[in-house]
């Protein structure tokens, strides 16, 4: 019930302060709009060139590095096997 009442507070003087320091508010919205989109645009370009440096290791032949991933999890699942019959062998032991 608290959270009710203070979020009902909270969006009326908002409401209010909005239409107080409306120009303030177009201000901060004008400076921030062109940030928003600088950051969106680098992270676009880092994502696009990531996605053709793939695209090229895959048309050269070489794997990407997602690739080891699953020669990784192979290599993990066979050193799990190894451990279990060594575990079995020490059970047999006792």
């Known amino acids: 019930m ?7 507070i909270a969006a009326v003087l908002g409401a209010i ?5 409306f120009s303030a508010f177009l201000q901060l919205l004008a ?15 880092y994502l696009g060139f990531d996605e053709l440096k793939d695209t090229w290791q895959r048309e050269n032949g070489v794997a ?9 999890l ?3 699942k ?5 451990l279990k019959k ?8 006792k």
Do not use: H, R, Y
């Not at 066979?78 to 190894?82: F, V």
């Open 2 to 8: 608290k959270t009710l009442i203070g979020g009902a």
């Open 17 to 21: 302060f909005l239409a107080i320091w």
């Open 31 to 45: 400076g921030s709009i062109p940030v928003m989109l600088l950051l969106g645009g680098c992270l676009a370009l």
């Open 64 to 72: 990407p590095a997602d690739m080891g991933a699953e020669s990784d």
């Open 74 to 76: 192979d290599k993990f």
């Open 78 to 82: 066979q050193e799990n096997e190894e």
């Open 86 to 93: 060594e575990l079995d062998a020490l059970k047999d032991k």
